[in-house]
């Protein structure tokens, strides 16, 4: 709780803590390429139920890019999926 002086009252809030279970990334388009502008990509992590939490505040996330073992005998270009 929180107690704020000048007005004498007193602030309360539950706050539930849970284990990530999944997470997703989220953009605005399914496929990347190398030359287009910068994307904003979200990160969204999902407990056991599917529920969303509400903030991911706090965790650090590396990203990388890697070949995708499927699309190996493609023929290289500038898409990043």
């Given at each position: ?6 007005t004498d009252r007193e602030l309360r809030c539950d706050v539930k803590v ?64």
């Amino acid at each position: 709780f929180c107690s704020l002086a000048v007005t004498d009252r007193e602030l309360r809030c539950d706050v539930k803590v849970n284990v990530i279970d999944s997470i997703e990334i989220v953009s605005r388009t399914r496929e990347l390429y190398v030359d287009d502008a910068p994307l904003e990509l979200m990160v969204r992590a999902l407990d056991a139920k599917g529920n969303t939490f509400s903030t991911l505040a706090g965790l650090t996330f590396g990203w990388s890019i890697a070949q995708d073992n499927e699309s190996a005998g493609e023929e290289l270009s500038s898409k990043i999926r």
